[in-house]
């Protein structure tokens, strides 16, 4: 299969330079975008309802202005709010302001890819996908070194579609480090099936050898640090990313790399494939998609966050944080399900009774 990737060398900013894009949702991914573009030269404008946000977009010295309006002044616009309310903001907001020939971008193929919008025929679609949270964007941006990203054209209406994405591209930073271009669902099916395949898989073999450890004695304190509160894990991660999969298990010692590599083959043979298949044809079909989309899915989500928050390992890790004098984050304390989503829930009862069992 054919890839292409693209460089600053493959783009001309200067197509932009009468346009007025609009970012629309000033969070993590909005506020680092909207500064990058500025500063490459182009006029952007915020648009965004009345919170803190908002706020902050017109600390930063941006016109801001309501979504409606913001559309309306724009001729590019960056749709850069949360999957879940895109399908609302989008219909009510977005679609119904947009002129004939403008540009919208996204920064996921999620509802794109899974025709969740009903998208304007007489209008470009874009998407540009970072590989990076929105901290990373700004900052790799400030340092010259760029990030990853994913980029697709899903309608080019103008005939223009492309040599404006990687304009944009190029104006957000990413072209720097080099931006893929693939399609809509493709940059959904793979970011998805990280979080529902290779992160739950992980999270498993990691909260399996805690207790393994635990069980066997060994103090907590220890077994954590050991396990992932040094950061060690993180570098070496890093290292992977620079230098490779492989070959940065020469920045270990002969013991550890000869310990890895005996002892893995134990593991070669368990079944995760067979699920990890299983996960990416729900995705691939749109089965998942599907699922999200119910409004008991909403309730269950609720429920499994609950039932997550009182795992052992949260109580357990607030002791060692504690006792190694180490701050705690109380990011959100969940409120268990209410008696309306109860009754809702009780048809899947006893799919529901799987994740209490699980996390108890």
């Known amino acids: 299969m054919t890839v292409n990737i693209y460089h600053d ?3 001309d900013i200067s197509i932009l330079e009468d346009s007025v894009i609009c970012v629309i949702g000033y969070g993590n991914q909005g506020r680092s975008q909207a500064l990058n ?14 919170d803190n946000y908002k706020k902050t977009a017109i600390k930063d010295g941006f016109e801001t202005f309501s979504i409606e309006d913001a559309v309306k002044k724009s001729d590019i616009s960056f749709i850069l709010i949360p999957d879940e309310v895109m399908k609302e903001v989008f219909a009510e907001n977005i679609k119904p302001n947009l002129k004939e020939g403008n540009t919208i971008v996204f920064a996921s ?32 941006f400030l340092t010259g070194e760029g990030f990853f990203s994913f980029i697709a054209v899903e309608q ?22 080099g931006a893929i271009k693939m399609s809509f669902k493709d940059e959904a099916v793979l970011d998805l099936f990280n979080e529902q395949a290779f992160g739950p898989a992980f999270g498993r073999v990691l909260l399996t050898s805690i207790n393994t450890l635990i069980d ?14 040094s950061g060690e894990m993180s570098y070496t991660y890093q290292k992977m990313a620079k230098i490779g999969l492989v070959k940065q298990t020469y920045f270990h010692s002969h013991t550890s790399q000869y310990g890895a590599m005996s002892r893995g083959i134990r593991y070669m043979k368990l079944p995760i494939r067979p699920i990890m298949e299983n996960t990416l044809q729900e995705i691939e079909s749109g089965e998942f998609t599907e699922e999200w989309e119910k409004r008991i899915s909403k309730s269950k989500f609720k429920l499994i966050r609950f039932f997550a ?21 109380d990011i959100f304390e969940e409120e268990p ?18 994740f209490e069992e699980l996390y108890e």
Request: proline share 4%; no cysteine.
């Open 309 to 329: 928050t009182k795992q052992k390992i949260n109580k357990l890790e607030k002791q060692v944080r504690k006792n190694l004098k180490m701050k705690s984050y």
């Open 337 to 354: 399900p209410t008696e309306e989503e109860i009754k809702v829930l009780e048809k899947i009862s006893d799919e529901i009774k799987q």
């Open 37 to 50: 573009m500025r500063d490459s030269g182009l006029n952007v404008i915020v648009g965004n309802m009345e």
């Open 9 to 11: 060398k493959d783009a």
């Open 216 to 229: 066997a004695g060994y103090p907590p304190e220890a077994v954590l640090i050991e396990m992932y509160m």
């Open 156 to 177: 080019d209406y103008t005939g223009e579609a492309m040599s404006r994405l990687l304009a944009l591209s190029k104006a957000i930073g990413t072209l720097k480090k």
């Open 109 to 140: 193929g999620y509802n794109v890819g899974f025709n969740l919008l009903d998208l304007p025929s007489n209008s470009d679609v874009l998407m540009i996908a970072p590989r990076m949270i929105g901290v990373g964007v700004r900052e790799t």
